[in-house]
């Protein structure tokens, strides 16, 4: 009597708490949080905490507070791709991360095999175009930015000779081939083929060529650091010619780096928490006061991660991995309905997203936006 | 011809300081016959003591630069004599090779671990203007860069043939037995020299890293440049490193202009394997004899 007294109080308290534990949703922030991508890594991850942080002072999602599981790729792809199988078999429905395509690229392979949808800071052209359908952009990747921005400079700007300068890395090799290609689309001609070495310090030469060649202006496509270093030289040698770029070349962090030598300086970004948009300026300063730093695009990015995990949650009306996952193909998130995406977005059948853009310019110290390119 | 003029001027503000950092090559080999593989980390160490003394300790440019002068002397002067050199020297001269090797690995490693991976932002020490000379553009930076560099070690030339003090160092290096036997405290002379190279890193370091950014891996590229200019221009010649220097910042950015951007690092190492293979002393240096 006793016994089955136990046995029935066990299995009610087990059917009991089956619903509950259902609806718990648990994300893995699985991002660089040391290593040399530790600056980009930890906005991505301070933007999804935040983000989180929010949603479950409201109520949750599903009735529950989010669960968020943080884990450090090290800015090495073997390691996150260790970490994503730690989150998986931790139980997470959902990964946000990591930021550096070439971890992408290693561990998104882990989160499909198992899966789960991941929500990644890539910009990368190869990693929507895999075939994989878990995973999902929370920026748009450069493929679609160049474009936009090869226009912005042949219509807008009238140039109709560029000097591309460029890293010779993976990274730099996929821009520019993507600015190549746009380029000759655009009616602009390469004067001036400059590409560069990783890690470089010393960028007096490049700047020469690019300053000596025919060009009406540049397009440089280096990394944070690379671009502040060329900025600095550039303003050493009064190069004279406007020089575009990606959110690489304007980012904060190479604004901070540069100094002065960055003023001028314009290119595309897709998010940046300089635009006059209400929302995006309320969250930028909501961030400052929570973490004490100025957010960039990437910490923009966890933010609005976030908050697409709860409003798809919602939609599908569980935290099920592969119903979030079919629900994100082909999904359109309006602000009136999702207002943490801060601006409307959507995702095509590859998980590439599509949003409004901005062409930004360096002044005193701040990105300004000089124009708000449409979606495409 | 602009063009041209351009890229000396870059060269030589380059090659000036990587000088700075050969001399610390040949002084320390002239000291203990030592070779310091961690000389790039030396030089790039004093610009995070000046940010710390900015950042941390609420310091202005100058007073944060003359405390990282004095850090510099404690740690890469003082403390790596008493704890690294003196130790190591007499297990022989790869022992102490492999603990600068080690050393500058610590030295990488605690500095991104303190603070950070990614290149921090450097003040610049001079004015930030641009002047037309024949059509190039010459920056305060570059010609103040490259005079500093040169009155260091010319200062040090001096002073090493006209005091007595650095004649005493020059005797302890030739000959330590002699100069002892002579009533020279050679062991003075020696942390004399140690000072002095962490003095000249400091130098280094400050004038580099508003181009470079600080950044906890620039020792790796500077230590090996510095390296290849103190064989070039001879290890055992203070002018020798000061050639060496310049000319591998020069041939540095005319093969990046004229030859290609990707093999510009190439070229050096090609200049090296010349030296060693036609005029192993190099340039200025005077051929060595040892007993074995």
Same mark, same amino acid.
């Given at each position: 009597?006793?016994?089955?007294?136990?046995?029935?109080?066990?299995?009610?308290?087990?059917?009991?708490?089956?619903?509950?534990?259902?609806?718990? +949703?648990?994300?893995?922030?699985?991002?660089?949080?040391?290593?040399?991508?530790?600056?980009?890594?930890?906005?991505?991850?301070?933007?999804?905490?935040?983000?989180?942080?929010?949603?479950?002072?409201?109520?949750?999602?599903?009735?529950?507070?989010?669960?968020?599981?943080?884990?450090?790729?090290?800015?090495?792809?073997?390691?996150?791709?260790?970490?994503?199988?730690?989150?998986?078999?931790?139980?997470?429905?959902?990964?946000?991360?990591? %930021?550096?395509?070439?971890?992408?690229?290693?561990?998104?392979?882990?989160?499909?095999?198992?899966?789960?949808?991941?929500?990644?800071?890539?910009?990368?052209?190869?990693?929507?175009?895999?075939?994989?359908?878990?995973?999902?952009?929370?920026?748009?990747?450069?493929?679609?930015?160049?474009?936009?921005?090869?226009?912005?400079?042949?219509?807008?700007?009238?140039?109709?000779?560029?000097?591309?300068?460029?890293?010779?890395?993976?990274?730099?090799?996929?821009?520019?081939?993507?600015?190549?290609?746009?380029?000759?689309?655009?009616?602009?001609?390469?004067?001036?083929?400059?590409?560069?070495?990783?890690?470089?310090?010393?960028?007096?030469?490049?700047?020469?060529?690019?300053?000596?060649?025919?060009?009406?202006?540049?397009?440089?496509?280096?990394?944070?650091?690379?671009?502040?270093?060329?900025?600095?030289?550039?303003?050493?040698?009064?190069?004279?010619?406007?020089?575009?770029?990606?959110?690489?070349?304007?980012?904060?962090?190479?604004?901070?780096?540069?100094?002065?030598?960055?003023?001028?300086?314009?290119?595309? %970004?897709?998010?940046?928490?300089?635009?006059?948009?209400?929302?995006?300026?309320?969250?930028?300063?909501?961030?400052?006061?929570?973490?004490?730093?100025?957010?960039?695009?990437?910490?923009?990015?966890?933010?609005?991660?976030?908050?697409?995990?709860?409003?798809?949650?919602?939609?599908?009306?569980?935290?099920?991995?592969?119903?979030?996952?079919?629900?994100?193909?082909?999904?359109?998130?309006?602000?009136?309905?999702?207002?943490?995406?801060?601006?409307?977005?959507?995702?095509?059948?590859?998980?590439?997203?599509?949003?409004?853009?901005?062409?930004?310019?360096?002044?005193?110290?701040?990105?300004?936006?000089?124009?708000?390119?449409?979606?495409? | 011809?602009?063009?041209?003029?351009?890229?000396?001027?870059?060269?030589?503000?380059?090659?000036?300081?990587?000088?700075?950092?050969?001399?610390?090559?040949?002084?320390?080999?002239?000291?203990?016959?030592?070779?310091?593989?961690?000389?790039?980390?030396?030089?790039?160490?004093?610009?995070?003591?000046?940010?710390?003394?900015?950042?941390?300790?609420?310091?202005? +440019?100058?007073?944060?630069?003359?405390?990282?002068?004095?850090?510099?002397?404690?740690?890469?002067?003082?403390?790596?004599?008493?704890?690294?050199?003196?130790?190591?020297?007499?297990?022989?001269?790869?022992?102490?090779?492999?603990?600068?090797?080690?050393?500058?690995?610590?030295?990488?490693?605690?500095?991104?671990?303190?603070?950070?991976?990614?290149?921090?932002?450097?003040?610049?020490?001079?004015?930030?203007?641009?002047?037309?000379?024949?059509?190039?553009?010459?920056?305060?930076?570059?010609?103040?860069?490259?005079?500093?560099?040169?009155?260091?070690?010319?200062?040090?030339?001096?002073?090493?043939?006209?005091?007595?003090?650095?004649?005493?160092?020059?005797?302890?290096?030739?000959?330590?037995?002699?100069?002892?036997?002579?009533?020279?405290?050679?062991?003075?002379?020696?942390?004399?020299?140690?000072?002095?190279?962490?003095?000249?890193?400091?130098?280094?370091?400050?004038?580099?890293?508003? %181009?470079?950014?600080?950044?906890?891996?620039?020792?790796?590229?500077?230590?090996?440049?510095?390296?290849?200019?103190?064989?070039?221009?001879?290890?055992?010649?203070?002018?020798?490193?000061?050639?060496?220097?310049?000319?591998?910042?020069?041939?540095?950015?005319?093969?990046?202009?004229?030859?290609?951007?990707?093999?510009?690092?190439?070229?050096?190492?090609?200049? +090296?394997?010349?030296?060693?293979?036609?005029?192993?002393?190099?340039?200025?240096?005077?051929?060595?004899?040892?007993?074995?």
């Amino acid at each position: 009597m006793h016994r089955n007294f136990i046995g029935a109080t066990a299995m009610a308290l087990a059917l009991a708490t089956t619903p509950l534990a259902a609806a718990e +949703l648990k994300v893995g922030s699985i991002v660089e949080l040391s290593g040399p991508g530790a600056a980009a890594g930890v906005n991505f991850r301070d933007g999804v905490k935040m983000g989180f942080e929010e949603i479950n002072a409201a109520g949750g999602v599903l009735g529950d507070p989010v669960r968020i599981t943080e884990y450090d790729s090290q800015t090495d792809p073997q390691v996150s791709r260790a970490m994503v199988q730690k989150a998986i078999d931790d139980g997470v429905h959902v990964i946000a991360g990591t %930021v550096f395509s070439s971890s992408t690229v290693v561990n998104m392979i882990v989160a499909r095999r198992a899966g789960i949808p991941q929500f990644t800071g890539s910009e990368a052209p190869s990693i929507t175009g895999m075939g994989n359908p878990y995973i999902f952009r929370s920026a748009f990747g450069s493929q679609k930015g160049i474009p936009k921005m090869a226009r912005y400079m042949a219509e807008e700007m009238g140039v109709k000779k560029v000097a591309v300068v460029w890293a010779n890395t993976e990274f730099g090799k996929g821009g520019y081939s993507a600015f190549k290609a746009e380029a000759a689309n655009h009616g602009l001609e390469i004067v001036a083929d400059i590409p560069t070495e990783q890690a470089q310090s010393d960028f007096s030469a490049d700047v020469l060529k690019a300053k000596t060649s025919a060009a009406d202006a540049l397009f440089v496509y280096l990394t944070e650091e690379e671009s502040a270093r060329f900025l600095r030289e550039a303003r050493k040698q009064n190069i004279g010619k406007p020089m575009v770029g990606e959110t690489t070349l304007i980012g904060h962090k190479v604004i901070e780096l540069a100094g002065e030598a960055a003023e001028g300086a314009m290119g595309h %970004v897709g998010l940046t928490p300089d635009a006059d948009i209400p929302a995006m300026t309320d969250m930028v300063e909501r961030f400052k006061k929570r973490f004490d730093y100025t957010p960039d695009h990437n910490a923009i990015k966890g933010f609005t991660t976030a908050h697409v995990i709860r409003c798809v949650a919602e939609l599908v009306g569980s935290p099920d991995s592969q119903a979030i996952a079919d629900k994100m193909h082909g999904l359109t998130l309006t602000v009136e309905e999702c207002p943490g995406v801060l601006m409307d977005v959507s995702w095509d059948d590859t998980g590439e997203m599509s949003r409004e853009s901005f062409f930004v310019e360096v002044k005193d110290g701040k990105q300004v936006v000089r124009a708000i390119l449409p979606p495409n | 011809m602009a063009e041209l003029i351009q890229i000396l001027v870059s060269g030589l503000a380059a090659g000036s300081i990587y000088a700075l950092a050969a001399v610390g090559f040949t002084l320390l080999w002239q000291a203990s016959q030592t070779i310091n593989f961690a000389q790039g980390e030396f030089v790039m160490l004093p610009a995070f003591f000046v940010l710390v003394g900015m950042n941390f300790l609420g310091l202005a +440019l100058w007073p944060a630069v003359f405390f990282a002068l004095i850090l510099s002397l404690l740690i890469l002067g003082l403390a790596f004599k008493k704890l690294i050199v003196e130790p190591m020297l007499p297990h022989g001269t790869l022992p102490l090779v492999i603990a600068t090797i080690a050393l500058g690995l610590l030295m990488k490693e605690s500095v991104k671990e303190f603070y950070g991976a990614t290149a921090q932002p450097f003040p610049a020490v001079f004015p930030q203007k641009v002047y037309n000379v024949l059509g190039a553009s010459v920056s305060v930076q570059d010609i103040g860069n490259l005079l500093v560099s040169m009155l260091a070690i010319l200062g040090l030339q001096l002073f090493l043939s006209r005091t007595r003090t650095g004649r005493c160092m020059q005797a302890s290096a030739q000959n330590p037995q002699v100069a002892e036997i002579l009533g020279v405290d050679v062991k003075k002379m020696v942390l004399y020299t140690f000072l002095i190279n962490a003095a000249l890193a400091t130098i280094a370091s400050v004038l580099i890293s508003p %181009v470079y950014l600080a950044k906890f891996s620039n020792g790796e590229t500077l230590g090996l440049v510095a390296f290849i200019a103190a064989i070039v221009g001879g290890f055992n010649q203070i002018r020798g490193a000061l050639v060496g220097g310049l000319l591998i910042g020069v041939i540095d950015n005319l093969s990046a202009v004229y030859i290609s951007a990707q093999y510009r690092s190439a070229v050096p190492m090609l200049l +090296l394997i010349a030296i060693i293979l036609f005029r192993p002393q190099g340039l200025l240096g005077t051929p060595e004899g040892r007993s074995v």
